[in-house]
């Protein structure tokens, strides 16, 4: 293995492991919110074990996010320390909203959790509303950087001064909601397979509150996700024209068949079948007859889109890592060349990760499923 | 207090900067310090409480468990709602200081960074394994079947956070004395030592140290750095043997436990005092608290005399500032006692070092490094007193403490003072975190201003590492707001939780 290859593939994998947690956490950080406006309103103390429960299964996702964030840092200012210095040089004012929605969403987290049944219900919803403000800004100011990487637009106005002209990508407006509708749809859809699973075993009240709202959520969001993302795939066929013949193929302006458009045609036949998967199991809902198995698959073919979706836009840059047109600038030019990147690094951070992963779901199913004595 | 001394150092910091020049990027860095010093203060506030609080909660579980007393392990659990609510302000604030090194300092990471690579990325697995055990340790509390596995999960924990700490301070042990350079720093500053064994290509960082007095970072950047510099650095590992990592980790250890303690300490004392009826139960809890102060407090005597040595040994100008020896240099007797046996022993001045300039590879760095030195004597002499003087307050609380277990020792307090010791420890419990809060606060103060205009002493300064963005006041104003919302926020919330979710006997 070469540096490059050895340094690309680890901020991609970090990259991917951080976004889907980071998908997860902000879908759940704007349904909590509206759940507990619901909650409040109708005093259902059954959507209330449902919503704590919710919460402490994205505080658990919000540590983890919060690993790979910091690995994400660290193999950016590590490997590709030019490549860093001009992100947060020309994106000084969208990294900067960032910093701060992660400065008002974390202590708002911690605030949320040890003030619940301890405050007011309204004074408790404004935290939670904080916590969601903080969370949104979070990606509003980040894909600024996933949209200049793919049209570094006002890249020469902001080393000239003007901080604020990266804002005029055409990429960027849509993206960004491209990004946020697809954390809502990912989260409400998933969260929607479990606990319509969840209330197909157990029957009861329990949890029909959760999914009469969840389907509410998920139903309208995939579709205003799926509208968002064909206006994306427009906007890269006329200004990032190179990830979109790589991802689109020959369904792009001047693509043709590659190994990534076979990748692509699985992405969409997995947002296809969670679609429908959704409307089946909405209807089974409905009917009152509820379903077990294809709960389940709807949950995972959710959380499956994302880390697919991200891996197909990330790798579709190598060898290059902005991408200037039809062309880009190589990301061995990024490299940091003052340092050795050994194969061990790759291979121990891989190990380590593939261990985070297994006690991430280990603790997701002790606190979230096991139902462990909870210090509140 | 702590207030009064960080609006002194921001404005002496600007002060002795501004004198070095008109350079817009000395400007710029000017403009960012603040907010930096303001975000590290922050982060470091909840972080003391994080590191050193543990160590409190797990001797109250420790004691819960091997007495099967339910006291103290309400008392451990209760605390251990404070831990957690820390440790995520503490993560959040850790994001700000994360993100102030790449965003406003940005040149730290392409100059230098890949000396911070191995503590960073092995900090990344300590701090995994941290965020495992606080999910174990905060969600698996279960009083009324208390565990020694719940334990030994704190406890794993605890080691953790401490290797975390440790590498942590091993980046910033590196920026006040770069170890594994071997004698690059001497030919820079030559009264600096040999900084270890040579690690480094000594004539690929003299091109960078030549191209970033060129015009900073940014200059190195638009120049090609992996043309101009080629291989730096030979042993990634060198930043975690560092004799100055040894000292300072002992001591902000020590001090982060006395902080966590003593603060607990006035908690409880506060209850005592407002509650007649439970004042047993509550002595018994602050006889722990103030006791776990008192050890470490005791302990960092001999870790500050350590640190103290270090400090002579390889940041010689700083001890020469603190101890205000002089231009001419002069005795310090205590001083010549602790480090040579001799209360004679003459220590050179400013004007000793000023004379070693010329020969310097760089003379202005070497006469820039003593004149910011001595500017930095007439301030940090008393910070440097603040420290001393709060740690022999605390030195003294402690062995008052212990003679709470001596019945002659307790009746002499008694027979001298006119008080019983038992209520000098509740009302000094008020104290006690206030000393120890000045204490750690002037002690970083003098160890972060004392190499001051350096970021890598005697390699790399401020102003080539910041960003060529510029610092607007609007930002550096909002920025600044937004970290004292969180130490005002989160500071609220943990008394919060202490008061609100008061355990009663």
Redesign the interface.
């Given at each position: 293995m070469n540096d490059v290859f050895n340094a690309f593939i680890l901020v991609g994998y970090a990259t991917i492991a951080h976004l889907f947690l980071v998908n997860l956490i902000l879908g759940i950080s704007i349904i909590i919110p509206i759940l507990e406006y619901i909650q409040i309103r109708n005093k259902d103390s059954n959507l209330k074990v449902s919503i704590k429960s919710l919460f402490k299964f994205m505080v658990i996702s919000d540590l983890f996010a919060g690993v790979w964030a910091t690995w994400l840092t660290v193999f950016l200012g590590g490997f590709w320390p030019l490549l860093t210095y001009y992100a947060t040089t020309v994106l000084f004012i969208p990294i900067t909203l960032s910093l701060i929605g992660i400065l008002i969403a974390l202590p708002s987290i911690g605030i949320y959790w040890y003030t619940w049944d301890k405050v007011n219900d309204r004074i408790h919803l404004s935290i939670g509303i904080m916590m969601a403000v903080g969370t949104i800004m979070v990606p509003v100011g980040f894909n600024m950087i996933f949209s200049f990487i793919d049209n570094p637009y006002g890249m020469n106005q902001a080393l000239n001064g003007n901080l604020f002209a990266v804002f005029d990508n055409p990429l960027y407006p849509d993206f960004t909601l491209h990004r946020i509708f697809g954390a809502v749809t990912m989260a409400s859809v998933s969260l929607l397979g479990i606990y319509s699973y969840l209330h197909h075993k157990y029957g009861g009240v329990k949890y029909t509150a959760m999914v009469r709202i969840l389907s509410f959520i998920a139903l309208p969001s995939i579709l205003i996700e799926s509208f968002l993302g064909f206006i994306y795939a427009w906007e890269l066929n006329l200004y990032s024209p190179y990830i979109a013949s790589e991802i689109f193929g020959p369904l792009s302006m001047n693509g043709s068949l590659n190994s990534l458009f076979f990748l692509f045609s699985i992405f969409i036949a997995v947002i296809s079948i969670n679609a429908l998967l959704l409307i089946f199991i909405i209807f089974r809902n409905c009917s009152g007859k509820g379903s077990g198995l294809p709960s389940i698959l709807l949950a995972i073919f959710a959380m499956l889109g994302i880390p697919l979706g991200e891996f197909i836009n990330d790798y579709s840059r190598y060898p290059y890592f902005i991408i200037t047109g039809n062309s880009g600038v190589n990301a061995s030019v990024f490299l940091n060349n003052i340092m050795e990147i050994s194969d061990i690094w790759v291979i121990s951070s891989i190990m380590v990760s593939i261990l985070v992963l297994f006690v991430y779901v280990w603790l997701v199913y002790r606190v979230n499923v096991k139902g462990i004595q909870i210090d509140q | 207090m702590k207030a009064y001394i960080l609006l002194a150092i921001s404005s002496i910091i600007i002060f002795t900067s501004f004198s070095m020049g008109e350079n817009p990027l000395v400007t710029n860095a000017n403009a960012a310090e603040p907010m930096t010093i303001i975000g590290i203060y922050v982060h470091g506030f909840f972080l003391l409480i994080a590191v050193g609080l543990p160590y409190l909660v797990l001797t109250y579980e420790f004691l819960g468990l091997k007495r099967n007393d339910k006291d103290f392990l309400n008392a451990a659990?209760k605390l251990?709602?404070v831990w957690?609510?820390s440790f995520?302000?503490g993560?959040?604030?850790g994001?700000?200081v994360?993100?102030g090194l790449?965003?406003i300092w940005?040149?730290t990471?392409?100059a230098i960074?890949?000396f911070?690579?191995a503590p960073?990325?092995l900090?990344?697995?300590a701090?995994?394994v941290e965020?495992?055990f606080?999910?174990?340790y905060?969600?698996?509390?279960?009083t009324e079947k208390p565990s020694w596995f719940h334990f030994i999960s704190g406890v794993v924990l605890l080691i953790a956070s401490n290797i975390s700490a440790y590498l942590i301070l091993a980046a910033n042990s590196f920026m006040n004395v770069p170890w594994g350079t071997g004698d690059l720093v001497s030919k820079i500053l030559p009264w600096m030592p040999s900084l270890g064994p040579d690690y480094v290509n000594q004539a690929?960082l003299a091109n960078l140290y030549a191209q970033l007095n060129s015009g900073g970072?940014l200059a190195l950047?638009k120049n090609s750095?992996?043309n101009q510099?080629?291989?730096?650095?030979y042993n990634?590992m060198v930043p975690l043997y560092n004799p100055y990592l040894y000292a300072t980790f002992l001591h902000t250890v020590l001090a982060t436990i006395i902080i966590g303690a003593f603060e607990t300490s006035a908690f409880i004392a506060f209850d005592y005092i407002r509650r007649r009826d439970e004042r047993f139960y509550r002595f018994k809890l602050l006889k722990v608290s103030y006791g776990v102060g008192a050890i470490a407090s005791v302990l960092i005597a001999f870790s500050g005399d350590f640190m103290g040595r270090v400090v002579y040994q390889y940041n010689v100008l700083k001890f020469v500032a603190f101890e205000r020896i002089g231009a001419n240099g002069g005795k310090d007797p205590i001083m010549g006692i602790l480090l040579y046996g001799n209360p004679d022993y003459y220590f050179q001045g400013f004007n000793y070092y000023l004379g070693l300039s010329s020969r310097s590879v760089d003379p202005n760095a070497a006469v820039q490094s003593v004149m910011a030195a001595e500017a930095f004597a007439t301030w940090g002499y008393y910070v440097y007193w603040v420290m001393v003087i709060s740690g022999i307050l605390l030195f003294i609380f402690s062995l008052l403490y212990f003679s709470l277990y001596s019945i002659k020792l307790k009746s002499l307090f008694g027979k001298i003072f006119k008080i019983p010791l038992e209520t000098f420890i509740v009302y000094s419990s008020f104290v006690a975190p206030f000393l120890g809060l000045a204490a750690a606060s002037a002690g970083w103060a003098v160890r972060e201003a004392g190499r001051h205009p350096w970021v890598i002493y005697g390699f790399l300064q401020y102003w080539q590492v910041i960003?060529?963005?510029?610092i607007t006041p609007a930002?550096s104003a909002?920025?600044i707001s937004?970290e004292i919302s969180?130490l005002v926020?989160?500071s609220a919330?943990i008394v919060?939780?202490i008061r609100?979710?008061r355990d009663k006997k």
């Open positions: - | 659990r251990s709602s957690g609510i995520a302000i993560a959040a604030t994001t700000l994360e993100f790449v965003q940005p040149g990471l392409v960074g890949s911070f690579f960073l990325t900090e990344l697995f701090f995994m965020v495992v606080v999910v174990i905060l969600f698996t509390w279960n690929a970072t950047v750095l992996e510099i080629g291989t730096l650095l990634p960003t060529p963005d510029q930002l909002l920025i937004v969180i926020l989160g919330a919060f939780l609100y979710g």
